[in-house]
């Protein structure tokens, strides 16, 4: 619970100095009936103009000791700025989600894991630049070791 | 001048065979040169008539004139009796349309297990269910209903619901006893489920909904989002979340299922009593998650009160800008909405 707190916070700290970053949620978050089925929701914060952002996704995983990459679509909701991912990698071994997000000068990422229950917003990670392939793989591997809820 | 100026060309065979007045004929004749002439070729045309000899048929000539004589005889077309018909083929059928349009049309039904009873209709395997007919599930059965093209609904056994209306924007169940689990694929307020706690309004959800004869009971949400209504009070489940109805009280307050026993015994407890220990309670247990249940306290709890749940939310998560502790105390609408649809990342 502290560790939720503190990333919340951190979080909301990084909006208010308008640094751009990203934000993930429960498909509700996204207040869409289209984001009814989605893996989970996320929403780009501190960027002037959500309709010019660019937002890339992709699943990153481990398939009985396979490394496995597909490219996510990423569908924008209603609301400027909020988007909606949903599952089109497979059930079988471990993934983690990666996003990618760039607004005028800014540039923003994240590493979302995925767990049995859905997405795990404790091992999440967000950056203010693109995660690199080293703090992905780091993060699959903690996955894979038992670092899911 | 002369009696008759029109021939008489149409009626010499008649006059020849005798069959008409002669008196007119003949004075026309003694006047009309003319038809004195076809006269003569008339009288020539039937000796020869007479002089011609006498031929059997074929057989099949007169079979042929027997089974028209035989067949039946075409009624004769009354205009008076068949607008009448078509005028009354009309009403019944524009009332019949009325009724289905009014209500709906039925629903598919399957038996997934026993043998459902829809109406006073035992169902093994397919059938249908009107708007208005019950359908019921015993201890060893259970049924999915195909709600229009929008999903279905899973009876679990021992459980009684009535089809209420099947219509494009309006597919509603009146769940008497029992459980269902609902699946729906729609624009949001398309179904409904009555209970006699309160309705549960489909937002775009898949959830399980128990309740008892006298309307108390559970809804768990596994997917999307459900409204569970009654008399202006409102729930809001999400995915992962639950929510007790009570008979006389309506929805209960919504947790979330992995919320800790303390939080979910203590809200019980808060919803039969509005016991203050137990609202000391939920507010010591809650996590940021448990601002699902913090928010819907909001206007449950007395002005007195108020300020103590806003503050442990503000406690938990930033309070975002636009919200205010004097607009949140005086429950001002918009204020609440804005820092529900904040609170819902991270939920």
């Avoid at chain 2, 031929?55 to 042929?64: F, G, K, L, Q």
């Amino acid at each position: 619970m502290l560790r939720i707190a503190v990333a919340t916070s951190v979080l909301a700290v990084l909006a208010m100095a308008g640094g751009f970053t990203f934000e993930i949620g429960s498909p509700v978050a996204a207040q869409a009936p289209a984001a009814k089925t989605a893996a989970f929701a996320f929403r780009a914060r501190g960027c002037s103009e959500p309709s010019k952002s660019q937002i890339t996704a992709g699943a990153e995983g481990i398939v009985r000791g396979t490394r496995r990459s597909t490219v996510l679509n990423v569908a924008a909701m209603e609301k400027p700025g909020v988007y909606a991912v949903f599952q089109t990698w497979g059930d079988e071994g471990r993934w983690v989600i990666v996003l990618k997000g760039v607004c005028g000068p800014e540039t923003a990422g994240a590493i979302v894991p995925i767990g049995p229950k859905g997405f795990i917003r404790e091992s999440a990670k967000f950056f203010s630049r693109p995660a690199t392939a080293a703090e992905v793989d780091a993060s699959l591997k903690s996955l894979v070791e038992g670092g899911s809820k | 001048m002369r009696i008759f100026n029109r021939h008489v060309s149409d009626r010499l065979a008649a006059y020849v065979e005798g069959a008409i007045d002669a008196n007119l004929v003949r004075r026309h004749l003694a006047q009309c040169e003319r038809c004195r002439a076809e006269y003569a070729d008339v009288q020539k045309g039937m000796a020869a008539l007479e002089n011609l000899p006498v031929v059997e048929a074929p057989a099949s000539v007169w079979n042929s004139i027997e089974s028209v004589l035989d067949a039946p005889k075409r009624p004769t077309f009354n205009p008076w009796k068949f607008g009448f018909a078509l005028s009354s083929a009309v009403i019944v059928a524009s009332f019949a349309y009325w009724i289905v349009m009014r209500s709906g049309a039925p629903w598919d039904v399957d038996g997934l297990s026993g043998s459902p009873v829809v109406g006073t209709r035992h169902i093994s395997r397919a059938g249908r269910v009107a708007p208005g007919e019950w359908i019921e599930t015993d201890a060893r059965s259970s049924a999915r209903i195909k709600i229009g093209h929008i999903g279905s609904v899973v009876l679990a056994p021992n459980t009684r619901a009535r089809v209420v209306a099947t219509r494009p924007q309006e597919n509603r169940i009146a769940l008497a006893h029992g459980e269902i689990h609902a699946e729906i694929s729609a624009p949001p307020r398309l179904f409904f489920v009555d209970t006699a706690s309160g309705t549960a309004v489909d937002l775009g959800c898949e959830y399980s909904l128990y309740a008892e004869e006298d309307g108390s009971g559970l809804m768990r949400v596994t997917r999307g989002w459900v409204s569970f209504q009654r008399n202006g009070r409102e729930s809001l489940v999400p995915a992962g979340a639950s929510c007790r109805t009570r008979t006389h009280a309506g929805p209960g307050t919504p947790y979330f299922d992995d919320a800790s026993d303390i939080l979910k015994r203590a809200l019980d407890t808060f919803d039969e009593t509005s016991s203050l220990d137990a609202l000391g309670a939920i507010l010591s247990a809650s996590r940021v998650r448990d601002t699902l249940t913090l928010w819907h306290l909001l206007s449950r709890v007395s002005a007195a009160d108020r300020g103590r749940v806003y503050d442990r939310i503000a406690v938990l998560t930033p309070v975002p800008a636009g919200v205010s502790r004097d607009r949140v105390l005086s429950l001002d609408r918009e204020t609440l909405t804005r820092w529900k649809d904040e609170l819902a990342w991270t939920w």
